[in-house]
């Protein structure tokens, strides 16, 4: 892939991404859309991959493209800016642990109430999102 020109196409398979994508991160502004020559294809630069990467890591991460955004806009030499957001993050995301096993237990209550319920009339699991 060296030798051909970087067309759209080409880094979106290169970095393992569709098409669509990469336009969708030029609309968001997170990747630069080169000028369109008067005759051919738009090249990108050979960054453009790594920064997709970047990206694609990031969100495996749990960040969001508005907090790629940012991360990018800091760049090298922000590492406690970046190690800050981290840590938000790191935040965030245990606190989404601690709701999602709450909600698991009252699950869990909810389907043993189900098995061990003798009242076929009334399913306790439906009356709980019901409201009864």
């Given at each position: 892939m060296k030798d051909k020109p970087l067309t759209i196409g080409v880094l979106a398979k290169t970095a393992k991404v569709n098409i669509e994508t990469v336009?969708?991160?030029?609309?968001?502004?997170?990747?630069?859309?080169?000028?369109?020559?008067?005759?051919?294809?738009?090249?990108?630069?050979?960054?453009?991959?790594?920064?997709?990467?970047?990206?694609?890591?990031?969100?495996?991460?749990?960040?969001?493209?508005?907090?790629?955004?940012?991360?990018?806009?800091?760049?090298?030499?922000?590492?406690?800016?970046?190690r800050l957001r981290a840590e938000e993050k790191q935040a965030h995301i245990d606190a989404q642990i601690k709701d999602l096993r709450m909600l698991r237990g009252t699950l869990d209550k909810l389907i043993k109430a189900c098995q061990s319920g003798s009242d076929t009339a009334h399913c306790p699991i439906v009356d709980t999102l019901t409201g009864k």
């Open positions: 336009r969708y991160y030029q609309r968001f502004g997170i990747i630069d859309e080169p000028p369109k020559p008067a005759d051919g294809y738009r090249i990108y630069p050979a960054e453009t991959i790594d920064r997709i990467r970047f990206i694609k890591r990031a969100q495996q991460l749990g960040f969001s493209l508005k907090e790629i955004a940012e991360l990018l806009e800091l760049g090298d030499g922000h590492c406690d800016d970046v």
